[in-house]
């Protein structure tokens, strides 16, 4: 079999985990618990066998999509190195989990429209939009369905403030951030979200 025939049966991790829908952190942990099969380049480089991303594909859609999707994790910092070192945290922790990071406003609000996270983790006050504007509208948007929004303030001032202006669904964390602190509160809440949008599936069912 030729080099070219070989790589056209197998993708990368990244590739490997946007195709099903997952982080690349759960693809390389799939890889190491054999869930993908896959195997590494001279370079170093590993390529992942494109026949066990089928298999987990047709898994996924027995199984049902909506209800075993990954859930949606956003990251809002303006901060490249804090942003970086959230996300590689909850990746770490969140397996189950896609967690994407971005800098700015307005590339945050494309993302949100993208992606419809479950849960927005957002510095106070990101350039390039209106701030409590957009957290309010999203609580709103988000009432027949649950999602965790967390806003990272720098004092108790702000935490003051912002308590005013926004609804008390929003959880306010201040900064420096304890991300150990916060990866618990966020698995709390998935798995509570998890919890009921599995016992509404099931009553949907039993009501058929």
Do not use: Y
């Amino acid at each position: 079999m030729t080099t070219d025939a070989l790589s056209a049966q197998t993708c990368s991790t990244r590739e490997a985990a946007r195709l099903l829908g997952i982080s690349v952190r759960t693809a390389q942990l799939w890889v190491e618990d054999g869930r993908l099969q896959a195997w590494k380049t001279p370079g170093g480089h590993r390529r992942i066998l494109m026949g066990s991303v089928g298999r987990l594909l047709d898994e996924q859609q027995r199984a049902g999509m909506t209800r075993h999707a990954p859930f949606g994790v956003l990251v809002l910092r303006e901060n490249p190195q804090e942003r970086q070192a959230l996300q590689r945290r909850l990746e770490e922790v969140l397996s189950d989990c896609v967690v994407v990071g971005v800098g700015d406003g307005f590339e945050g609000l494309i993302r949100i429209g993208e992606m419809a996270p479950t849960v927005l983790i957002t510095d106070l006050g990101v350039t390039g939009l209106d701030f409590f504007r957009m957290i309010n509208a999203l609580i709103a948007h988000a009432r027949d369905r649950a999602m965790l929004v967390v806003v990272l303030v720098a004092s108790e001032a702000d935490k003051v403030g912002v308590r005013q202006r926004l609804p008390d669904e929003v959880v306010i964390v201040g900064t420096p951030l304890d991300s150990s602190e916060l990866t618990v509160m966020v698995q709390a809440f998935l798995r509570n979200w998890r919890r009921e949008n599995e016992r509404t599936g099931q009553s949907l069912e039993e009501g058929r």
